[in-house]
């Protein structure tokens, strides 16, 4: 029977030490490399606005006083498309106010409201009209500053009525729903955007404030 020594017992622990070492080690590895594999995929969230110049912060609510406002339209047959995307919002709403375009799922940073109807685009408060630009992607975009540091955000709109500079005045007719490449699967539609204080709130829970 051959005995063996204390220092061959402990030759094989250490031996045992490291190899269980350079198991975590490799596993380690491996799950990095699979996250970093996620992150660099074609499919990727991105803001609205990262498609114009006005990248911007989004929140949910609005704090403090706003400017008496009403819907950007009259039309009695107008529902939401889309939905302004809430970071505190289930998985569910959220996944429901994403927008698919180019590979790329894009957080809604406004809301669509769409009708098989063309309607009437209306300004939702008196204000002055800062510009109205044209893009192959989000269409013909029309912004109006308000007072109490609000600005109203109008894309894919046609016909527009208003150009830059012009003084408009609440429920005034401003343009009609029309179309655009990211919003395609919309149809006929309007994207709407509001800011206060330079940063993107959710109109329907000022509309909803304002009773409109």
Excluded: C
């Amino acid at each position: 029977m051959i005995r063996r020594s204390s220092k061959y017992f402990l030759l094989r622990g250490l031996v045992a030490f490291v190899l269980g070492l350079v198991f975590i080690l490799g596993y380690a590895v491996t799950r990095s490399y699979q996250s970093n594999n996620v992150e660099t995929e074609d499919v990727r969230y991105v803001s609205y606005e990262i498609l114009t110049d006005n990248v911007m912060p989004v929140i949910n609510e609005q704090e403090g006083e706003t400017t008496s406002i009403m819907r950007p339209y009259t039309a009695e047959k107008v529902e939401i498309g889309k939905s302004f995307y809430d970071y505190n919002s289930d998985e569910t709403n959220q996944e429901d106010s994403v927008i698919y375009y180019e590979n790329t799922y894009i957080q809604n940073t406004g809301v669509d409201y769409t009708s098989k109807q063309e309607f009437d685009i209306n300004a939702i408060a008196d204000g002055t009209v800062l510009s109205v630009t044209k893009d192959d992607i989000v269409g013909t975009t029309v912004k109006i500053e308000h007072s109490n540091n609000m600005i109203s955000v109008y894309q894919s709109i046609k016909d527009v009525e208003v150009k830059e500079n012009d003084q408009v005045t609440i429920g005034q007719v401003i343009g009609k729903s029309g179309t655009n490449s990211i919003g395609s699967e919309l149809g006929n539609h309007l994207h709407f955007e509001l800011y206060q204080d330079d940063v993107l709130v959710n109109p329907e829970t000022i509309f909803n404030n304002q009773g409109n």
